[in-house]
């Protein structure tokens, strides 16, 4: 099993990055993709989430109408863009899975606690 989060990097203030997180090694159309992300000195919080279908989305308020979360299940990969990036999106991005039994559909917001399989992160540096 394996998640692969890809696509950090430095960029100034108010530019864009495009992260991937592609999954192998179990079946990905029944999970759920969450990105969660910890600044230095701060608690990782969960920053999107889309379900298993696609039809469900989570965004943290503070990320709202910034970044996108998308999914691609024949290439076993999700994408989060990120738009009008803010110095305090600095941070080590993670990706994470959650078997999907329906329970988003209830509550979309992603718990790290609950997620089944994570992946290494990748660091998004936004300079001002």
């Known amino acids: 099993v394996q998640l692969q989060a890809s696509g950090g990097g430095v960029v100034q203030a108010g530019g864009s990055l495009r992260l991937s997180c592609t999954a192998s090694?179990?079946?990905?159309?029944?999970?759920?993709i969450a990105w969660f992300r910890q600044a230095p000195g701060k608690e990782r919080e969960a920053v999107s989430l889309?379900?298993?279908?696609?039809?469900?989305?989570y965004y943290a308020d503070s990320v709202k109408g910034r970044f996108t979360i998308s999914r691609d299940n024949a290439k076993n990969t999700v994408y989060l863009q990120l738009n009008s990036l803010k110095t305090e999106d600095t941070a080590v991005y993670y990706c994470?899975?959650?078997?999907?039994?329906?329970?988003?559909?209830?509550?979309?917001?992603?718990?790290?606690?609950?997620?089944?399989?994570w992946g290494k992160g990748t660091l998004v540096t936004v300079s001002s």
């Open positions: 889309i379900d298993k279908s696609g039809a469900i989305t």
């Open positions: 994470a899975a959650d078997l999907d039994a329906g329970s988003y559909s209830r509550n979309p917001i992603p718990k790290s606690g609950g997620m089944d399989y």
């Open positions: 090694g179990f079946l990905f159309d029944v999970y759920a």
